[in-house]
């Protein structure tokens, strides 16, 4: 029976409790800054016991799953106070900041850098699910600067939980990141305030509502204590590719007032390519073990 | 045994025709432009006869169910040829330029201006799904310009399929829809354009893509033929609510590059209502009969 601290009791450090919790050989241990978390936590199961800061001393495993702009801090306080043994890792969506922070400390290797790619519009303990990693792409930034058999471990413990893992470096990773999530993130939020604001009788105008405007604008119920740090930290990238989307959209925009409808066929043709590129990697994920 | 003639037999066409067949009340007429579809479609059981526009004139129901740039002027064909007990309704998702073209024609009574809302991104007969209006809105738009018992015969039929009626004057429904549809379909386009445009290596990018980017780019896989005759006939509310769009994108990004965390996050939350509303109207809809 291993030891596991997990800092941050919400949707990714609950998903991992509980899947941890149910193979029957890790304790689980636990802190949250809000304090009804915890209790939350406890009753919902999956958490054993509430534990402080302190504890890290003693963890096998110690997963640092609070929001980004939170991290660089917290996984070098973990650090400092972890045994020689112990591994930590981390479930944020920005992996740059937080290598930058730990890339001299003395403990580097005892980290591992892992950004799995899973989750749901919802938060907090409640919103925690098993299962949530099986199938899904997770990625470890930076392999090299962990401890090869601390990342060998690691490795093993998320494949058990049915992950597929990707080494990748961690700019690189907070660049594509900003174009398949971030910006999904901010044109739904987006969406749902400029259909909000039109509409003094909301009733009315979301009645109208098919599926189409329901799967576009689902990200809009995201908790924003998480997305608001990611927006900032990876400011760089999200600017980039924001930049580039609101181009098309004045670009197709001007070609609707232009009536142009030779070259709106041919622009969304190419985007029906996407549909493609999503079909094939559904089937080769589906068939992989 | 009444005859319905379907002109267009795609993803809407079909899927009524498969509703109604299964009834055993309607034998299926049908006209596509595209003879292979015409095909397809009696392959695929749901069509009984191919038929020539001719066949109008012996129709208890002649049915619209072609891309919207159309449907002006076939209206008034159709309108020309029909008997005087034919009705005639179409399933456009647009409907104020239909209603203008023909305004004045002398058999304007005969004609119902409907729009349901219902649909998947795929086209062609092969998408055609049975069920495909249950417990789904449709709209009436102009009502009181069509004879009373037609009106109410349509309502019926509609209703036989599961659909839930709401009636609504024809420049408000063109207005709202582009607010809660084709707004959703440009900005999953663009977004799907966005991330082909930066990445040379496709597989890499997409491999990252999580359940967000798949439901916020999945409208992109529309047809084009379709979509881009709604969005130039619906041009003057759809520029209204993409520039709006725009503007809210413009300054979210704003805000990132301020790193105004405060405001981003009261914005998002503000956001987060919008799914309390749709939840409020799942319910609802799900206690309707």
Chains 1, 2 share one sequence.
Request: glycine fraction near 6%.
């Amino acid at each position: 029976m291993e030891n596991v601290l997990i800092i941050g009791l919400g949707l990714m450090g609950g998903s991992i409790a509980k899947d941890l919790k149910n193979t029957g050989n890790y304790r689980i241990l636990g802190i949250d800054h809000d304090k009804s978390h915890e209790q939350e936590a406890l009753k919902l199961g999956w958490l054993d016991e509430i534990v402080s800061i302190e504890k890290v001393s003693k963890a096998a495993w110690v997963i640092l799953a609070v929001p980004v702009n939170h991290l660089p801090t917290l996984a070098v306080e973990v650090l400092n106070r972890v045994a020689d043994n112990t591994i930590v890792f981390d479930m944020g969506s920005i992996k740059h900041p937080l290598c930058k922070a730990i890339a001299h400390h003395p403990k580097r290797t005892q980290l591992v850098a892992v950004h799995p790619i899973a989750g749901t519009e919802y938060s907090g303990p409640t919103a925690a699910i098993a299962n949530l990693f099986k199938r899904k792409l997770t990625i470890i930034c930076e392999p090299h600067l962990t401890c090869p058999q601390k990342l060998e471990k690691t490795i093993q413990l998320w494949k058990s939980l049915g992950a597929r893992i990707q080494l990748m470096d961690s700019v690189e990773h907070d660049k594509h990141l900003a174009y398949v999530s971030h910006l999904s993130h901010i044109s739904s939020f987006m969406l749902g305030k400029t259909v909000l604001e039109i509409e003094h009788d909301e009733r009315q105008i979301f009645n109208l509502a098919g599926s189409g405007f329901e799967s576009t604008v689902r990200l809009a119920k995201s908790a924003p204590p998480t997305w608001a740090p990611i927006f900032l930290q990876n400011h760089q990238h999200i600017l980039q590719s924001l930049d580039e989307y609101i181009d098309n959209l004045q670009q197709f925009r001007n070609l609707i007032q232009q009536q142009d409808e030779q070259q709106l066929t041919a622009i969304m043709h190419q985007c029906n390519h996407v549909g493609e590129i999503l079909a094939g990697i559904a089937l080769k994920n589906h068939q992989e073990p």
